[in-house]
């Protein structure tokens, strides 16, 4: 009931603003209403918890440009958990690994964001990947930084 209800008010939908900038790019994969595992063990300001796993719906889409994931909790709106052109350096704080279960975006130690944090933190879009989907790609694993907003906002602690 959950899955049907989100997809008839759109909540995993790629907005259309930035399904007209994917398209422009050339599509390889395009995936939405795709069910993300949240798991985090750890503590940030306003949040400690051992074990927490949570779910929410995205997207996951790759292009000729870019791997792009988003997470939506209402109609319309999706907040980016990775967006990243092949093109960009690579970064050390999040391993995003792409294999056919999907994307996972792994944080080991959240201390590299924040000083304050502690513990770890993984995101796993689930959108099967065939192999010829995974030979197009530029890249199955690359590294990012992410600013502590990031985890803030997939622990569900209001920051600014």
């Known amino acids: 009931m959950a899955v049907l209800l989100r997809k008839m008010l759109g909540i995993g939908k790629l ?3 930035i399904r007209e900038q994917v398209e422009a790019e050339g599509v390889i994969h395009l995936a939405e209403f795709v069910p993300v595992t949240f798991k985090f063990s750890g503590k ?5 918890a051992k074990g927490n796993i949570r779910s929410y719906v995205g997207a996951l889409v790759l292009t000729n440009r870019r791997l792009l994931g988003t997470l939506s909790t209402v109609p319309k709106k999706a907040g980016r958990a990775i967006d990243h052109a092949w093109s960009y350096d690579s970064g050390s704080m999040v391993t995003a690994t792409l294999d056919a279960s999907g994307l996972t975006l792994d944080v080991p130690d959240i201390s590299v964001v924040d000083p304050s944090f502690a513990g770890s933190m993984s995101l796993h879009f689930k959108s099967a990947l065939s192999e010829d989907v995974l030979a197009r790609v530029p890249q199955r694993t690359l590294g990012y930084d992410v600013p502590p907003k990031f985890v803030y906002s997939a622990c569900g602690v209001p920051r600014a």
């Open 15 to 17: 907005p259309d603003d």
């Open 44 to 48: 940030v300001p306003g949040k400690t």
